[in-house]
């Protein structure tokens, strides 16, 4: 079971970037799955989570309505757009994966995905 994070680089104040997540090994339509970020000497957050079938996201406040979760089943992927990207998104963006979106939100997901750094600057 491997979750394949790309998409990250570097981008000036107030531009986009698109986060894609491929899950491979096993089925994850049934899955929650999600964004986190960490940055150097902080625990890594959850700032985005899709449900799954039922559709349902979260985002954490810093994020909503600048950055989009969705998935696509026939892909098995997860993708996280942002716009309007500031200087405090710079950090490593991982995804993850839950059969539990619950546990999802709790933080603790089952499954993570290596990172992929995000760099907002000008």
């Known amino acids: 079971v491997q979750l394949q994070a790309s998409g990250g680089g570097s981008v000036q104040p107030g531009g986009s970037l698109k986060l894609s997540c491929a899950a491979t090994?096993?089925?994850?339509?049934?899955?929650?799955m999600g964004w986190f970020r960490q940055v150097p000497g902080e625990e890594r957050e959850l700032i985005a989570a899709?449900?799954?079938?039922?559709?349902?996201?979260y985002y954490t406040d810093s994020v909503e309505g600048r950055f989009t979760i969705s998935r696509d089943g026939a892909k098995k992927m997860v993708v996280l757009q942002m716009n309007s990207l500031k200087s405090e998104d710079t950090a490593v963006y991982y995804c993850?994966?839950?059969?539990?979106?619950?546990?999802?939100?709790?933080?603790?997901?089952?499954?993570w995905g290596q990172g992929t750094l995000v760099t907002v600057s000008s």
């Open positions: 899709h449900s799954g079938t039922s559709r349902v996201t």
């Open positions: 993850a994966a839950h059969v539990s979106y619950g546990t999802l939100l709790s933080g603790k997901p089952s499954y």
């Open positions: 090994g096993q089925d994850f339509t049934n899955f929650a």
